[in-house]
């Protein structure tokens, strides 16, 4: 009897390792698994915003066309002619783009021509900067149309936040054709 209460207690303590491996074992792999997600979300969003804000100011007849239409803390308006017909409404639907952060509804917007698509959700915080060519920031936004003609660099830095609570920034550097 004694020895089977000594196998018993020694079955209990056994389990309880090993539960407690398992319970931590699965804790860690959800949150490796959130912040894989959200890191490869984030990359598709820099990813998308890079290429078409290192577009802006594509005028390849010299029509005129000013890259940045609008830039602000938290939002970037980015033109160009990818058509090549000498404007930004032409056939291609990707011309005239902005991206708009809603601290009300934590969410990055893009919006186009052919609507308004939310690119990222659960965002704490979205902050464009913008630099000129010898890396001063231009720090009055929204910009002026002569500080528009001077940005080179446009910093994006996005704020958010894991499933656990974590917090976690990304940022990135693009340089803007922009003239």
């Known amino acids: 009897m004694v020895e089977m209460m000594v196998a ?9 390792v090993v539960i ?60 160009m002619d990818l058509d090549g017909d000498g404007g930004t409404l032409g056939t291609a639907p990707d011309e ?3 991206y708009d952060y809603d601290p009300n509804v934590a ?7 052919g609507g308004a698509l ?3 959700r659960d965002v704490q915080m979205v902050q464009f900067s913008y630099f000129d060519a010898d890396g001063n920031v231009l720090a009055t936004t929204p910009l002026s149309a002569a500080d528009r003609e001077l940005v080179r660099f446009v910093d994006i830095a996005i704020d958010g936040e894991l499933q656990d609570g974590e917090p976690v920034t990304y940022s990135t550097r693009v340089y803007v054709r922009n003239g």
């Open 8 to 16: 018993l207690a020694l079955f209990a303590v056994i389990s309880t």
């Open 20 to 79: 407690g491996f398992l319970t931590s074992s699965r804790q860690t792999y959800n949150s490796t698994s959130d912040r894989s997600h959200y890191q490869q979300s984030l990359r598709a969003v820099f990813s998308l915003m890079t290429r078409e804000i290192r577009s802006a100011g594509c005028d390849p007849v010299e029509a005129g066309i000013n890259g940045l239409a609008l830039a602000d803390d938290t939002t970037l308006r980015c033109r």
């Open 107 to 113: 969410e990055l917007v893009r919006t186009t021509a």
């Open 118 to 120: 939310v690119i990222l």
């Open 96 to 98: 005239d783009i902005t």
